[in-house]
Antibody
């Protein structure tokens, strides 16, 4: 069974940084592309970033380019999202998801990031 | 960027009735369209992909149709567990993949 467990969410001040992790199990993580998606409180879903299985191709949403960095460690079955220069509007639940043909196949339960002073 | 527009924003339906949700793309997405269900406090779940293919374990009462710019998700006979928010998402014109704003299906 596919399991994705996000962690690292916290309360952080504006301008601060945070690193999210997504631990994968129950499938061969190293052959899957992955996404990060977020959802602000009471709002819809917003795609953040995509990384291929070998990290050879990476994409970001324009609004996050230059502030967020996606990475992965296939030896540790883990996906990461480094977030810098955080703003109040980055407050959201952050999900990792497996990518199959560029759709979001399996999702983690999410981790909450709150940006506030 | 392809803008996805869902209607209605809220749909009030009685248990056992049919629900029809719409999703429109600002440009053709071929059949690269997925539907997701999200219940309060839970992550989204993939229901339909390639516009009409049910994901693993999804009941037959869920069906999808359409191509190009117009898509429909139909729930043939609403069960209590189907009351949720539904999102469409295109994966043809990307990056970025884009989501609709969601349709909330509530109990009438």
């Amino acid at each position: 069974e596919v399991q994705l467990v996000e962690s690292g969410g916290a309360l952080v001040q504006p301008g601060g940084s945070l690193r999210l992790s997504c631990a994968a199990s129950g499938f061969t993580f190293s052959i899957y592309s992955m996404h990060w998606v977020r959802q602000a409180p009471g709002k819809g879903l917003e795609w953040i970033s995509y990384i291929t299985s070998t990290s050879s191709t990476i994409y970001y949403a324009d609004s996050m380019k230059g502030r967020f960095t996606i990475s992965r460690d296939n030896a540790k079955n883990s996906l990461y999202l480094q977030m810098n220069s955080l703003r109040a509007e980055d407050t959201a639940v952050y999900y990792c998801a497996t990518s199959r043909d560029r759709r979001f196949e399996s999702w983690g339960q999410g981790t909450l990031v709150t940006v506030s002073s | 960027e392809t803008v996805m527009t869902q209607s209605p924003a809220t749909l009030s339906v009685s248990p056992g009735e049919r629900a029809t949700l719409s999703c429109r793309a600002s440009q053709s997405v071929s059949s690269n369209l997925a539907w997701y269900q999200q219940k309060p406090g839970q992550a989204p779940r993939l229901l339909i992909y390639d516009a009409s293919t049910r994901a693993t374990g999804i009941p037959a009462r869920f069906s999808g149709s359409g191509s190009g710019t117009e898509f429909t998700l139909t729930i043939s006979s609403l069960q209590s567990e189907d009351f949720a928010v539904y999102y469409c998402q295109q994966y043809y014109n990307w990056p970025p993949p884009t989501f609709g704003g969601g349709t909330k299906v509530e109990i009438k």
